[in-house]
């Protein structure tokens, strides 16, 4: 009998899953708020109704309601081998040491597999993304939004470390003496071309009278800043927003460049939402690989945004389900 | 019939070679200088010869003479798969695009495998170094000296990416502006904290004044000063060229956390002529991956100077002669 995965987005605003086909094939999809304030019993029990819920209506439909697995990327420090959380900047204190996979295996009656959010949504463009048909594929994924995280697959394989935690590409120090990372590390990419540190300088510059076109953008309010205004307002002429978003766009570049001199991947693939700078992003990072790795042709290193986008992460937790990794 | 295998570390200024059996036990070593401007031609029938001379010899103590393969790291960019020599910088502008694995072969007779210096290397820490008994290492290998070069391996199997080299670390940037590197990019390891970086420091800090027991060691000559001479003059009280050396300790330390935090690995390795800092480097190297990687534990990383020293190459290019990598 044909079976299905259920894969899992553990967010800390909201939660989404979905289930699929033994292909990848997604069937049913929801989002819930996370109110991660209730503690984890509490919300691993809503996930568990809710993927009961979502096969109880497939079952309707077909007769292949039976669930093989299901995989969950969790926003944080997880111990793969134990399926139990680590430590979750994003939720309160109480989601440390919580056997998430176990609690949710048991309530569904299935394996479950526990990794951390960047690596899944790595694993998602590897099996369902850039990755697909490439089984021997080694790349390189950012993850750039609030915070930076990564992912690297080797040779078609998910690394995971001995914690599941390697991968961690936006905690590379690109500045020995630069501002404080959340991570308490100082100059790491995190801290120098996160969102945040992005939109800290169009807030810096609006305030400064240079960014006229950004501050008729967002009405003269810092809180209306993004990426993505800062990028509206450079294409209208305000060609310091433009400078500074090249800046952070030289950060990542730097730091794919390291990446490159490390494991020469095929692939550096772009997501979160500073993706969404798109061209801007994509030529820069191309340039700074081609200009600062100079102990070797890097013209096989393809530069792309990620295919998946915003699904990366639920993809990713179908293809956990799907199989282990590492 | 057992047989045997033969190892070569070309150099600049020298070429080792030795055979050994297929354990990997050296059975004869030699040295002899690399005369690069002779052309390629005449160093590789000179590098023939030598190693018919050591089989010869094997011979008449042993019957068993067959040379199964030969491999050699070679000072720069090779092409792995076609066993030419791309790029090396410290060789005449002739070495470019030799076939050095086909002439060498056709000389011997036997399977020839070429190989980047400093991978080759790795591959010996990994076979019959650190990395001896322990079948799915992941160690990263920084060979610090007049250049940094590195190698990475995963799993147990040496990275090589397409070209063989994957593996730069001494080419990871580190000061976005930093001083220029020989590789053409700025703020590279090689640049803040090779040899002659640190030496130029000495230098400065001897011409300064500020380095008297340094200036007494060297007799005011700054040709003869050397990390080595620099950790003697800090032992002897120069505070400020022991500042220096931990500061380079520190650039490499960087450059090491940034590989965990990109891997995860079990082993940082450091070799070449700058480890001779013993002490000082290794346990700085470990404080700075501690302090810098903030997002998961790095309990598990072990920072150790290379086992086999000088023999890594040699002993690498016999691993290489006996098994491919990658």
Known sequence: MAGLLAGVDLGGTSIKTALADESGRVLARDVIPTES???????????????????????????????????????????????????????????????????????????????????????????????????????????????????VAIDGQLRLGPLGAAGELGHQTL?????????????????????????????RLMRTGLAPKLHQLVAGQCDRITPREMLAAADAGDELVREALQRAAIWIGIAAANVVTVLHPDLVVLGGGVAELGDLLTSTVRDVIRNRVGMFPTDSVQVVRSQLGESAGLMGAIALAQSPVG
């Open 175 to 203: 500045m020995a003496d630069g501002p404080r990372c959340g991570c308490g590390n100082r100059g790491c990419l995190e801290a120098l071309a996160s969102g945040p540190a992005i939109v800290a300088e169009g807030v």
């Open 37 to 151: 304030h209730q503690g984890p019993d509490a919300v691993l029990a809503r996930i568990a109704d809710l993927i009961q819920r979502q096969l109880a209506n497939i079952a309707n439909e077909s007769t292949s309601s039976h669930l093989l697995g299901v995989g969950m990327g969790v926003p944080g420090l997880v111990d793969v081998r134990t399926g139990t959380t680590k430590f979750l900047p994003n939720l309160p204190s109480q989601w440390r040491d919580v056997p998430a996979a176990a609690t949710l295996s048991e309530r569904l009656g299935s394996p479950v597999r526990l990794l951390n959010d960047v690596r899944t949504a790595t694993l998602g463009e590897l099996r369902f993304g850039h990755g697909r048909d490439r089984p021997r594929v080694t790349l390189a994924f950012f993850s750039i939004g609030t915070g930076v995280g990564g992912g």
